[in-house]
T-cell receptor
Framework: QQKVQQSPESLSVPEGGMASLNCTSSDRNFQYFWWYRQHSGEGPKALMSIFSDGDKKEGRFTAHLNKASLHVSLHIRDSQPSDSALYFCAARDSGTYQRFGTGTKLQVVP | GGIITQTPKFLIGQEGQKLTLKCQQNFNHDTMYWYRQDSGKGLRLIYYSITENDLQKGDLSEGYDASREKKSSFSLTVTSAQKNEMAVFLC????????????FGPGTRLTVL
């Protein structure tokens, strides 16, 4: 059973628009959450982490975490063509290892 | 900053062949990982290692062996390549503990004829 589910599977937004990506986990032991971005032909790179309920903003990127509902989201404002990539949510408890989500393919259309 | 190097970049094998992929990191991280990614889809953990000579199975370990010869290197062996198999194998490393991000290499693309 996939412990981390992402939606939508793919997303297309116009340049300058807002992209919203969602992630839901099924394990209440998860304490640490990340968003990773993977451009074509490269390995994923961590975008940002969020460990506490609420919002965390880094430039054009804002992550939101609600542990009670096991939901984390990523919002990208003023989307750029360079933001076109595969985005992964990852979650981890205090032991073991990060569980990666199913991924959302984002396309920003000029 | 550090870097993760994976060799080879492309690997073509025959059905039933034993194939080895290598990974080196200079972050001085204790924990290293091997993932499989099928055609732009999600990452599935094959093996990870929290220190030299340690091996832990992930969700997809059947059909694979791994070896952590030293802190900086982690190898993955496909024990018997499956015909028409195509995937990208990604190596990653991190500091040990829950709050640390993973750093990924560029991947090895496997094709089995």
């Amino acid at each position: 059973q996939q412990k981390v589910q992402q939606s939508p599977e793919s997303l297309s937004v116009p340049e300058g628009g807002m992209a919203s990506l969602n992630c839901t986990s099924s394990d209440r032991n998860f304490q640490y959450f990340w968003w990773y971005r993977q451009h074509s032909g490269e390995g994923p790179k961590a975008l940002m982490s969020i460990f506490s309920d609420g919002d965390k903003k880094e430039g054009r990127f804002t992550a939101h975490l609600n542990k009670a509902s096991l939901h984390v989201s990523l919002h990208i404002r003023d989307s750029q063509p360079s933001d076109s990539a595969l985005y992964f949510c990852a979650a981890r408890d205090s032991g073991t290892y990060q569980r990666f989500g199913t991924g959302t393919k984002l396309q920003v259309v000029p | 900053g550090g870097i993760i190097t994976q060799t080879p970049k492309f690997l073509i094998g025959q059905e039933g062949q034993k194939l080895t992929l290598k990974c080196q990191q200079n972050f001085n991280h204790d924990t290293m990982y091997w993932y499989r990614q099928d055609s732009g889809k999600g990452l599935r953990l094959i093996y990870y290692s929290i220190t030299e000579n340690d091996l832990q199975k992930g969700d997809l370990s059947e059909g694979y062996d791994a070896s952590r010869e030293k802190k900086s290197s982690f190898s993955l062996t496909v024990t018997s390549a499956q015909k028409n198999e195509m995937a990208v194998f990604l190596c990653a490393s991190s500091m040990t503990g829950g709050a640390w991000e993973q750093y990924f290499g560029p991947g090895t693309r496997l094709t089995v004829l």
